[in-house]
């Protein structure tokens, strides 16, 4: 399977834990989203690269989240202290370049419940 | 905070019949693009539409675009219970590097 994959599916941490997610994306695509959902709602944008690079980062990503890309390639996203305000779908995208021009690629996502 | 709102919220039809989805969104816009959600999965691409652009066709999907009233519409035909899922419009603002999804209208078709 060549599509976007993310690591764990489901995540469950207590308060005041910290947790990591990983995404691989399309090996060709050089941009690389994350987003937060929850339920009932769509995707939220959080941050994105360009390669190695972040380009953007969402008022939503507050100190305690912290995103990387290193080599271009995979990328994690580290949340610091959970709060029970951060349970939601983690959702990873990929694409070959702006969203001007071309399709996202979505991976399956993380669940993350914090209790 | 989330640009475009769809219309309805919840759409229940049965299978055969055409459903029509509506987003609305506040500014100007470089493209409009339609995903859909499958039941705790992650989101497909179904189609993109450029603010040059009226009408986009693709299989049983239609899409169009009116940029003096903000708004879109996806229509599907002859809907299958495999059109279950929700969908999502995001926009892409002018010389934007990235997409603003709506909250969502929910689809059940009935077999």
């Known amino acids: 399977d060549t599509g976007v994959s993310q690591d764990p599916r489901h995540k469950i941490t207590k308060r005041g834990q910290n947790v990591t997610f990983r995404c691989d994306p399309i090996?060709?695509?050089?941009?690389l989203y994350w987003y937060r959902q929850t339920l009932g709602q769509g995707p939220e944008f959080l941050t994105y690269f360009q390669n190695e690079a972040q380009l953007e980062k969402s008022r939503l990503l507050s100190d305690r989240f912290s995103a990387e890309r290193p080599k271009g390639s995979f990328s994690t996203l580290e949340i610091q202290r959970t709060e029970q305000g951060d349970s939601a779908m983690y959702l990873c995208?990929?694409?070959?370049?702006?969203?001007?021009?071309?399709?996202?690629?979505f991976g399956p996502g993380t669940r993350l419940t914090v209790t | 905070s989330q640009q475009g709102e769809e219309d309805p919220q919840a759409l229940s039809i049965q299978e055969g019949e055409n459903a029509t989805m509506n987003c609305s969104y506040k500014t100007s816009i470089n493209n409009l693009q339609w995903y859909r959600q499958n039941s705790g999965r992650g989101l497909v691409h179904l189609i993109l539409?450029?603010?040059?652009?009226r009408e986009k066709h693709s299989g049983r999907l239609r899409v169009t675009l009116d940029t003096s009233k903000k708004s879109s519409s996806l229509l599907i035909t002859a809907s299958r219970a495999a059109d279950t899922a929700s969908y999502f419009c995001a926009t892409c603002m002018e010389y934007g590097n990235k997409l603003v999804f709506g909250a969502g209208t929910i689809l059940r078709v009935k077999s």
């Open positions: 995208a990929s694409s070959l370049g702006s969203p001007s021009d071309y399709e996202q690629y």
């Open positions: 539409i450029r603010s040059n652009e």
């Open positions: 090996s060709e695509h050089n941009r």
